[in-house]
């Protein structure tokens, strides 16, 4: 620029023109500031070229960056939705699992409530061969367990004749003896249930075996009361033919279907569930 500038004050010394020294080197002075402007703006352009080119690659840097980081959090969220849902599955198993448990739990407490009221109705028989042990042994009665029920068997033959419901003399005492064992066991109700063969009777007393068998039932019943049995814990009924023990096609099994049988009424209160029964009949 600077040897520019001299060419032309040159050319104009050399068309005639008289410049004085005083302004010739005022302009040259002007030239060089102005040559030196251009190279400081040069220098500054170049200065600003590098540090937009330095901010272009920051950006870049910066922008791949970003694109890591934002494939790590699609990873991470998927991880994140992956863990959440194994969470769910989880919470979801282990609710199940503590129902397994509850209900576990519960099928134990009520095994637990059966096996108690298993081994009370055993020993409970076991007294009550214990308390009729002499008439067992001479076979006046029998002690049996009938669908979960205890049950005194005596034989209608040696209590009543043939079609009548007259306690004999050695029923009557029979019966008394009984009577004082049923006494002698606490809060225990009972039932006196006629039973007879499947022979037909026609009578103008019984004019079938439903009212022969209650006819005998009622009889040992009152005996029973009579000889010290609280009313209260004794009541009768009559099954007739229904329930024979054995066929009914000989002697000897129409002997063993004519009976009476004492029924030891089983305590609901006893029995599992008991509570549950009692909120479903709406009891207190």
């Not at 001299?6 to 060089?32: F, N, R």
């Not at 500054?44 to 690659?57: D, M, R, S, T, V």
């Not at 050695?170 to 009984?178: L, R």
């Not at 006196?192 to 022979?199: F, K, L, M, Q």
Request: aromatic share 4%.
């Amino acid at each position: 620029m600077m040897n520019r500038f001299v060419g032309l004050l040159a050319i104009v010394l050399c068309t005639g023109c008289l410049v004085s020294k005083k302004k010739y080197d005022a302009a040259l002075a002007e030239g060089v500031a102005k040559d030196g402007q251009i190279q400081e703006l040069n220098t500054a352009k170049g200065a600003q070229a590098q540090q937009i080119a330095k901010l272009e690659a920051d950006v870049s840097r910066l922008n791949g960056e970003i694109e890591a980081l934002k494939s790590e959090i699609e990873r991470l969220t998927g991880e994140l939705s992956g863990a959440q849902s194994a969470l769910a599955s989880k919470v979801k198993e282990s609710g199940a699992l503590q129902a397994d448990i509850e209900k576990m739990r519960q099928a134990l407490k009520e095994l637990e409530e059966r096996k108690a009221q298993t081994e009370a109705s055993l020993r409970a028989y076991r007294d009550l061969v214990a308390r009729f042990k002499s008439m067992i042994d001479s076979g006046t009665l029998k002690v049996k367990v009938v669908d979960g029920r205890m049950i005194v068997e005596l034989a209608t033959d040696i209590l009543f004749p043939s079609g009548s419901a007259t306690l004999s003399a050695e029923g009557q005492v029979t019966i008394a003896e009984v009577a004082q064992v049923l006494a002698s066991i606490p809060n225990r109700d009972f039932q006196i249930a006629g039973h007879t063969d499947n022979v037909p009777i026609a009578s103008e007393r019984f004019p079938s075996n439903w009212e022969l068998g209650a006819a005998r039932a009622i009889t040992v019943t009152r005996l029973l009361v009579d000889s010290g049995l609280p009313a209260a814990r004794v009541s009768a009924a009559s099954y007739a033919d229904t329930q024979p023990v054995d066929t009914n096609d000989t002697k000897e099994g129409k002997a063993l279907n004519r009976r009476i049988e004492i029924v030891v009424v089983p305590d609901l209160s006893e029995m599992p569930g008991y509570d549950e029964l009692q909120a479903i009949a709406g009891g207190k």
